[in-house]
């Protein structure tokens, strides 16, 4: 009667101490160039890297996505630091030379480096997305990553299990994301706070692999650290072949250890959780926090009809963003439209955006990131980097650009961006800038209206 | 780090929800080195917010509103606070890696379900004090339990340091290490080959 939850726990438990506090086991340490703070803490104390043969280093938070074009300084040294900080400690390195670079979460998975019935650590919360895999992924901070550098160990205290069940059938153009920021409306951004979410549900099973990590990476957005979908043959199915991935009789072992990787029949929950997919729609952030999402077809939100606690959160949120109560969410113009991110830029997702796109044009401006420098030579295989530079949209190399604008990639203040990434709060695109939340297929839906609009129609006749 | 189990300072209000790591630090900060202070940068575009915190120079216990520090695992969002004079934060919920990163740097994370009672006595005086073992924080002449997770506030008394906790356990660590399932570790030799999805 064990969950998932509980049986990846024990596979990876070193010790438990009296306070119930476990020492952790990490499979795969992922660390990107905002791990200088903990590889100072390391030189201070004159520390190997415990595991280099375990952990990874990726360019991604900074990394250029007009490659060739002079950087920032202060952007090329962090770059840099990193590239340092893994050739002094023997780390592997997907650098921005790299064919195989991209965003962390994007190339672990490419690349067989997640696995199922893992546990992966990275200094970023959205680390959650290789749960997908049924692995036990979770987000650290520099603390925590200085000790995962230095004892290939985490100290974690068991979070409470809580299940997710989506049933029924999703409608056409509706997505994990949407099933995600449904939940998270529903819940609050704090819903799944001390939990770790289980995704389970005929809709959930249903999901591609890419759809299971749009899935698992929001679940920080609902106040989870962990997301998880127990792995089944589409998870096998895309692992296979990876090249970092068990292969041979190595292969077999692994299935047989991942079959038992599911929540068994009788497993009891903390929290358990239903939705209907056949529910729900396309749907949109309004205001600054992942919590503020409506159906597309809605209006915004009137502030003095809201419960005393989320009003004034409305007030200002809708202040912020530049929004009139009571007027519908679809039809707000937007300045421009951002499609990327570790949430949504692998090549499904620029498929999805591709078919809304393809014979149409961008009547604003916007950027085209795709997830890995492998998921753009794939598009540009099958042709999707034309469709989407013949609609008007730049198409540029792989990092997190424009979700968090670390590489320069920013939302000028005041404008209104449409954005297929995962965090809407105050300033994250920068400063002043006003980010509205939705699938890559709605992305490319206000990209051809210049306004957040309902994909649906625009799909008509279409294969999407 | 130094442990503590009792802070007496100036309290401060910020009874806003959801504020937000990205609001605790904006992200174009984060490749500054630690050694240079990052407490210039506490909510650095946030304009109201900073003006409640210029209002009380020296203040040392915050107190916010529900799910304080959500969204990104930036310990940065910690450094802001620490470096800036902050002790403890006083807010019904938090992030959880926002949580786990201040009492790594120090700074108690204190849940209080309703924090009305303490904006009101804010109102006639802001001298304020943590007593972590009693779990108590008290304002004026009102005070109010919080909830703390044990092993959260032991760190935080004993200023523990992991690593060299951790260190203790080398053997146990390499025993696990080596039973290992072999697949688990990736391959030495990654096949060539596009390695793209399809």
């Known amino acids: 009667m064990s ?14 101490r009296e306070d119930g506090t476990s020492l952790l086991w990490v499979d795969r340490h992922l660390v990107h ?25 990726v360019a991604d938070h900074y990394a250029p996505t007009r490659r060739g074009v002079a950087q920032d300084p202060r952007i090329a040294d962090m770059i840099d630091r990193l590239s340092a900080n893994c050739a002094r400690h023997g780390v592997p390195l997907f650098g921005l030379e790299d064919r195989r670079q991209g965003i962390v979460h994007v190339i672990g998975p490419e690349q067989g480096l997640t696995l199922p019935g893992l546990l992966i650590n990275c ?30 160990t ?31 409306a529903q819940l609050g951004a704090d819903g799944a706070r001390g939990h770790a979410v289980e995704y389970a549900g005929s809709a959930v099973r249903s999901l591609s692999m890419e759809g299971r990590m749009t899935l698992c990476n929001l679940s920080i957005e609902g106040g989870a650290r962990f997301g998880m979908v127990a792995p089944d043959a589409v998870t096998f199915d895309y692992v296979k072949g990876r090249p970092y991935a068990p292969d041979g009789a190595e292969w077999d072992r692994a299935l047989a250890d991942w079959a038992a990787l599911a929540s068994d029949p009788d497993a009891v929950f903390d929290r358990e959780v239903h939705f209907d997919a056949g529910q729900i729609a396309p749907t949109v952030t309004w205001g600054t926090s992942p919590e503020q999402a409506l159906p597309i077809g809605a209006t915004i939100p009137d502030p003095a009809r809201l419960p005393e606690g989320k ?87 792989s990092g997190c650009s424009m979700c968090v604008g670390m590489n320069g990639d ?19 695109q920068g400063q002043g800038a006003r980010t509205h939340l939705m699938s890559p297929a709605m992305v490319a839906a206000a990209a051809v209206t210049g306004t957040l609009t309902d994909v649906r129609p625009l799909l008509q006749g279409r294969a999407a | 780090m130094a442990g503590w189990t009792r802070h007496k300072g100036q309290a401060v209000a910020l009874p806003i929800d959801n504020i937000d790591t990205d609001q605790l630090i904006p992200a174009r900060f984060m490749s500054t080195p630690r050694s240079e202070g990052y407490g210039r940068f506490l909510l650095h575009d946030q304009d109201a917010a900073r003006a409640a915190l210029d209002a009380a120079p020296g203040a040392s216990i915050l107190i916010a509103g529900r799910n304080f520090g959500s969204g990104s695992s930036r310990e940065a969002a910690v450094y802001a606070l620490a ?45 304020a004090e943590i007593d972590l073992e009693a779990q108590i924080v008290t304002l004026g002449d009102t005070a109010v339990p919080f909830d703390i997770a044990p092993v959260w506030k032991t760190k935080l008394i004993n200023g523990w340091d992991d690593i060299d906790m951790t260190r203790a356990y080398d053997t146990q660590i390499a025993a696990f290490a080596a039973a290992r399932p072999h697949w688990t570790q990736p391959k030495t030799e990654p096949r060539a080959g596009s390695g793209a999805d399809t």
């Open chain 1, 123 to 152: 200094g970023d919360s959205h680390t959650s997305t290789h749960g997908a895999f049924g692995a036990l992924a979770f987000g650290i901070g520099a603390t925590e990553v200085a000790h995962v550098l230095a004892t290939q």
């Open chain 1, 410 to 428: 920013l939302v000028a203040p005041g404008k209104r961006c449409a954005s297929s990434t995962n965090r809407n709060f105050r300033g994250r």
């Open chain 1, 154 to 184: 985490v100290w974690q205290t068991r979070p409470r299990a809580m299940r997710i069940t989506v049933d029924g059938t999703l409608g056409p153009a509706v997505t994990a994301k949407d099933i995600a920021l449904n939940w998270i």
């Open chain 1, 311 to 397: 009003a004034e959160a409305a007030r200002a949120a809708l202040d912020y963003m530049g929004l009139t109560p009571g007027r519908p969410l679809e039809g707000t113009p937007v300045d421009q439209v951002f499609l990327g991110s570790c949430t949504n830029a692998r090549i499904e997702d620029l498929r999805a955006a591709a078919a809304v796109l393809a014979g149409r044009q961008a009547r604003v401006p916007g950027m085209v990131s795709p997830g890995s420098m492998l998921v753009k030579r794939q598009a540009e295989d099958e042709g999707l980097d034309r469709i989407f530079t013949a609609a008007g949209l730049e198409w540029v190399a």
């Open chain 1, 33 to 57: 160039e905002g791990s200088h703070h903990a590889f100072a803490k390391l030189a201070e104390r004159g520390l190997p890297v415990a595991r280099p043969d375990l952990t990874f280093g």
């Open chain 1, 3 to 16: 969950t998932l939850l509980d049986k990846l726990w024990d596979r990876h438990e070193v010790l438990r």
């Open chain 2, 83 to 127: 470096d800036a004079g902050f002790r403890a934060v006083i807010a019904p919920s938090f992030g959880d890696i926002f949580a786990g990163n201040a009492v790594n740097n120090g700074l108690c994370p204190a849940r209080v379900e309703d924090i009305a009672p303490l904006l009101r006595a804010l109102e006639t005086g802001d001298k």
